[in-house]
């Protein structure tokens, strides 16, 4: 009884602290430097993201960061499975709209092959006989880190709020 007791205890300790070391996805151990780096990393690539589809238009941009496999939850809509068939639901969007967010938040698992984003976004729609609408919203994306290191998303949200005080967060330039 006594011998089970102690066992037990220490199997509760570790599970609490979570052992001394974590092991990452390729078998290395992971420590709080190398989760720093892969948030910092996907935090960077959720901001290219956001570049490019200022500059290149909303489907090119959710086609090149995309998985394969993705599904994008749209508000008020089906869900949409698959980066082809996600570029056509966007392609037939408002013609010149631009959509671009900032990056909030990121967090990856210890194993640094899941992570997520938060942030705000604005999609402005060029208006037909006056100033273009603006929207503002919030969104997450659930990334994947893909076999060659980069990462992808597997799930996207978004849903609209009011516009915040003072406009939209300017995207941090490097």
């Not at 199997?11 to 989760?35: E, Q, R, S």
């Not at 949200?157 to 915040?164: D, L, V, W």
Request: hydrophobic content about 40%.
């Amino acid at each position: 009884m006594k011998t089970e007791l102690i066992l037990l205890m220490v199997v509760g300790a570790v599970a609490l602290t979570g052992g001394c070391a974590h092991v990452g996805g390729n078998g290395t151990p992971t420590t709080a430097a190398d989760l720093a780096a892969a948030r910092s990393g996907l935090l960077q690539t959720d901001r290219a993201f956001s570049r490019l589809s200022e500059t290149s238009g909303v489907a090119n941009a959710f086609a090149a960061y995309l998985a394969d496999d993705a599904t994008l939850l749209p508000m008020n809509e089906p869900l949409i499975q698959g980066r082809q068939t996600i570029r056509a639901h966007l392609e037939s969007g408002p013609v010149g709209a631009v959509l671009v967010w900032t990056p909030l938040q990121a967090d990856v698992s210890r194993s640094r092959d899941l992570g997520y984003t938060f942030g705000t976004y604005e999609l402005r729609i060029p208006g037909t006989n006056g100033p273009p609408t603006v929207r503002h919203g919030k969104y997450v994306s659930i990334w994947k880190r893909q076999a060659d290191g980069s990462w992808k998303i597997v799930v996207d949200t978004g849903n609209p709020n009011p516009p915040p005080e003072g406009g939209l967060v300017p995207l941090p330039r490097e």
